[in-house]
């Protein structure tokens, strides 16, 4: 895709974002980037910016992290120097009618963005982007059970929470490691699938049941489901949550009980071109469609 004249703004992130970057740079057009690891020797063809308010200063498009936004409202950014707050002050250095597209906005995000006649493009949800990236996820995620257990997987007794896109990837890969694999999940046809694959399709509401029998547990849904009472049941082991803000599980909670408890996000770093090429495969779809209307409307 040709983007010369286009300015495109790169804001928070990891070292997803560096290969995010240099993707977008190929398409000629302007690109800075501020709040992610910079590489010592930089990125050809992009600019690294002082500030947020910098790199989005006329810009036509800004690329935010699709891990989410904490529960401050600050953008997914380990390394910057300070919180990056995408408000309405920040948000005023785009260029009119631009489009942010990220992977999920919250509430304050979406109102700056309104107010300030900003677009926002969301692709969490976006199944092929989704499934591209999750052997990543879970490639990284089982890393971190291994450095925090002293069990193997292997014969195991672990519970997925969840069976979606990464959920559904996790419990296939711990049954092929020779885990005994419980999947509980609302959807009755995500239990059968679970089945399907090796695992124990157990409706949600049995998890509080089945704990006491788990030596880990892992949510990939980003809603509380997993409470301190559930939680009291389960032996001491190890507890990951998965999922984007605001996560499944009572973390505080698990370790106040003496889990192992680990939010585990960011996790697509673990395979920063793989997972930021891919990424930029529906970045770029969608600015293509956004280009695409503009030329439509005139």
């Given at each position: 895709?040709?983007?010369?004249g286009?300015?495109?703004?790169?804001?928070?992130?990891?070292?997803?974002?560096?290969?995010?970057?240099?993707?977008?740079a190929?398409?000629?057009?302007?690109?800075?980037?501020?709040?992610?690891?910079?590489?010592e020797?930089?990125?050809?063809?992009?600019t690294?910016?002082?500030?947020?308010?910098?790199?989005?200063s006329?810009?036509?498009?800004?690329?935010?992290?699709?891990p989410?936004i904490?529960?401050?409202?600050?953008?997914?950014?380990?390394?910057?120097?300070?919180?990056?707050y995408?408000d309405?002050?920040?948000?005023?250095?785009?260029?009119?009618g631009?489009?942010?597209i990220?992977g999920?906005?919250?509430?304050?995000l979406?109102?700056?963005?309104?107010?300030?006649g900003?677009?926002?493009?969301e692709?969490?949800?976006?199944t092929?982007?989704?499934?591209?990236?999750?052997?990543?996820?879970?490639?990284g995620?089982?890393?971190?059970?291994i450095?925090?257990t002293?069990i193997?997987?292997?014969?195991?007794?672990?519970?997925?929470?969840?069976?979606?896109?990464?959920g559904r990837?996790?419990?296939?890969?711990?049954?092929l490691?020779?885990?005994?694999?419980?999947?509980?999940?609302?959807n009755?046809?995500?239990?059968?699938?679970?089945l399907?694959?090796g695992?124990?399709?157990?409706a949600?509401?049995?998890?509080?049941?089945?704990?006491p029998?788990l030596?880990?547990?892992?949510s990939t849904?980003?809603?509380?489901?997993?409470?301190?009472?559930?939680?009291?049941?389960?032996?001491?082991g190890?507890?990951?949550?998965?999922?984007a803000?605001?996560g499944?599980?009572?973390?505080?909670?698990?370790?106040?009980?003496?889990?192992r408890?680990?939010?585990?996000?960011?996790?697509?770093?673990?395979?920063?071109?793989?997972?930021?090429?891919?990424?930029?495969?529906?970045?770029?779809?969608?600015?293509?469609?956004?280009?695409?209307?503009?030329?439509?409307?005139?």
């Amino acid at each position: 895709m040709e983007l010369t004249g286009r300015t495109i703004a790169i804001v928070g992130g990891d070292e997803r974002e560096q290969e995010i970057a240099r993707c977008a740079a190929a398409t000629g057009a302007t690109v800075r980037g501020y709040g992610f690891p910079w590489p010592e020797n930089g990125i050809d063809g992009v600019t690294h910016a002082g500030s947020a308010a910098e790199a989005m200063s006329g810009a036509g498009y800004a690329l935010f992290p699709i891990p989410g936004i904490t529960a401050d409202g600050a953008l997914f950014a380990p390394v910057a120097p300070q919180p990056i707050y995408p408000d309405g002050a920040l948000l005023s250095h785009l260029r009119a009618g631009a489009s942010i597209i990220l992977g999920m906005p919250d509430a304050k995000l979406s109102a700056a963005a309104q107010a300030a006649g900003v677009s926002l493009v969301e692709y969490e949800h976006d199944t092929e982007l989704m499934l591209l990236r999750g052997p990543a996820i879970v490639e990284g995620a089982l890393k971190i059970a291994i450095e925090n257990t002293e069990i193997t997987l292997h014969n195991a007794d672990i519970g997925v929470v969840g069976h979606g896109n990464i959920g559904r990837l996790l419990a296939r890969t711990l049954v092929l490691l020779g885990a005994r694999v419980q999947v509980f999940a609302r959807n009755p046809v995500q239990r059968a699938d679970a089945l399907a694959s090796g695992a124990v399709g157990r409706a949600l509401d049995e998890l509080p049941q089945r704990v006491p029998g788990l030596s880990m547990l892992f949510s990939t849904v980003p809603s509380s489901v997993v409470t301190e009472e559930t939680l009291a049941l389960m032996p001491r082991g190890l507890v990951m949550d998965l999922a984007a803000p605001p996560g499944g599980i009572d973390l505080a909670a698990a370790g106040r009980l003496g889990h192992r408890a680990i939010w585990a996000r960011g996790l697509g770093r673990r395979a920063p071109i793989t997972v930021g090429r891919s990424q930029w495969s529906g970045i770029e779809r969608r600015i293509a469609e956004i280009e695409k209307e503009r030329t439509d409307a005139r």
